[in-house]
């Protein structure tokens, strides 16, 4: 049997989003989770950005990025998560490739170091929502993103609509509830027990200690 052994912060989403693959596949894994800080050098010459996930496969093989490794957990691992369709499935990496700049605009107040920073980068939150509220209009029922059926897109959305949630309960946002779908879908996934690698109310805690520790605008209120 392969042996996976995701290389981790513990609070990272991007690790987050490879772990949901696994889950979602039933494919058993480890983690090996690293301080941020202090990161060791047989890491640091397996990860060419210094970042996580590495996906480590038999002690042998090492992949980075998350979207590298969840293409290639689904290439090779059964059930496919990929529609079968081609449009559907380039329709579906069209939005796997919004993620970077969705995660920046929803949870960048995590970052903010003024009230300033922080409410300009609450002003971005609603046109990425909206943009995927049309997209799920698009289809014809729920309740994941493409219909009935969990895609690699729930697995990558799902860790930042639930920072969206932990921060909403940090410092009120108020801003998911103007979309309806979007929020139906946060739930689902928030429901979803491949979602998480911790137990939701003690990871929550988790990241409000990292917000904390990030000394940032939020940090006072964690
Ligand atoms: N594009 C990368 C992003 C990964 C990423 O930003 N990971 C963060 C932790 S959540 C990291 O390792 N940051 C370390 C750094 O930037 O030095 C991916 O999808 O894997």
């Not at 929803?106 to 997209?135: M, N």
């Not at 429901?191 to 939701?200: D, G, I, L």
Request: aromatic share 14%; hydrophobic share 40%; glycine share 4%.
């Amino acid at each position: 049997m392969t042996d996976y052994l995701l290389v981790s912060f513990e609070t990272c989403p991007w690790v987050q989003r490879a772990a949901i693959v696994l889950r979602e596949k039933k494919t058993p894994f480890s983690f090996k989770h690293i301080d941020r800080d202090n990161r060791p050098d047989w890491f640091v010459a397996i990860s060419p950005h210094r970042k996580v996930p590495v996906l480590r496969i038999d002690d042998k093989v090492s992949l980075f990025e998350s979207n590298a490794i969840v293409e290639y957990l689904d290439e090779t691992i059964a059930p496919r998560l990929h529609p079968g369709d081609p449009l559907l499935r380039a329709w579906n990496r069209a939005w796997t490739d919004y993620l970077p700049t969705f995660a920046s605009d929803v949870t960048g107040a995590a970052y903010a170091s003024t009230q300033g920073d922080y409410e300009k980068a609450v002003g971005k939150i609603e046109g990425p929502f909206s943009k995927l509220e049309e997209a799920l209009a698009r289809r014809s029922e729920g309740p994941f993103f493409n219909g009935p059926d969990f895609s690699l897109v729930d697995a990558a959305y799902a860790p930042f609509l639930q920072r969206y949630g932990f921060l909403d309960r940090i410092a009120p946002l108020g801003k998911l509830e103007a979309f309806p779908k979007l929020s139906a879908w946060s739930a689902t996934l928030m429901a979803r027990s491949s979602t998480h690698s911790f137990a939701p109310d003690v990871f929550e805690g988790m990241y409000r200690e990292t917000v904390k520790k990030r000394n940032v605008w939020l940090s006072q209120f964690c």
